[in-house]
Nanobody
Framework: VQLVESGGGTVQAGGSLRLSCAAS????????MGWFRQAPGKEREGVSA???????SYADSVKGRFAISKDNAKNTLYLEMYSLKPEDTAMYYC????????????????????WGQGTQVTVSS
């Protein structure tokens, strides 16, 4: 399994970015994919997840500002981020759970067995 993130960068507060995660190396049609982030000196936190049924979840801190989606034809996960704030600054990671048991949408990092290398998002004030 390979997960490759892209789309990070530096943006001013109030701006937008779209992160992408190209996934390959698996054939399961039952899965959960998610975005996590980790800021310097802080623990990794769940941002958003989507399962193979299309159900989604969001951390309270990003609800109404971020939108997760997946293009199944391209096997690519997206995270649209709007109204970005300096506190959104972090390394963003794509993650995959191939054995979802209904809990992956709860954004628990230990549920996800596969991880990308991350893409940096920096929001300046």
């Amino acid at each position: 399994v390979q997960l490759v993130e892209s789309g990070g960068g530096t943006v001013q507060a109030g701006g937008s970015l779209r992160l992408s995660c190209a996934a390959s190396g698996y054939t399961s049609t039952t899965y959960c994919m998610g975005w996590f982030r980790q800021a310097p000196g802080k623990e990794r936190e769940g941002v958003s997840a989507i399962d193979s049924d299309g159900s989604t979840s969001y951390a309270d801190s990003v609800k109404g500002r971020f939108a997760i989606s997946k293009d199944n034809a391209k096997n690519t996960l997206y995270l649209e981020m709007y109204s970005l704030k300096p506190e959104d600054t972090a390394m963003y990671y794509c993650a995959l759970d191939l054995e979802p048991e209904g809990g992956s949408l709860a954004l628990v990092s230990t549920d996800f067995g596969y991880w990308g290398q991350g893409t940096q998002v920096t929001v300046s004030s």
